[in-house]
């Protein structure tokens, strides 16, 4: 989550990774008809794609992607990630 997001940063929480809660949210948004996936980077989870309001007859979605902080940004991560995800 970006910090610049929150009014108060009080409210902000940092993201932590764990498994049991990467797995959860998988089951949360595939029961919402949604598709995620995990940007992984030197074996370490970097970000996420998720695919929702899927139209599978129109072909089409939103793509919403995320990077867990800003050292991975302007780098062409979530550019490879999108076009992957694309193929």
Partial sequence: MDPDLFLDP??????????ESSDA???RYA?????????????????????KEID?????????ISLVND???NQGIGTAAEKQTLR
């Fill in 31 to 51: 029961s919402l008809g949604r598709i995620f996936l995990a940007v992984i980077m030197d074996d370490k989870p970097i970000g996420e794609v998720v695919l």
């Fill in 56 to 64: 599978r007859e129109q072909k089409c979605c939103t793509m919403g």
């Fill in 71 to 73: 050292q991975y940004k």
């Fill in 10 to 19: 009080k409210e902000f929480r940092p993201y932590v990774y764990s498994p």
């Fill in 25 to 27: 949210r998988v089951e």
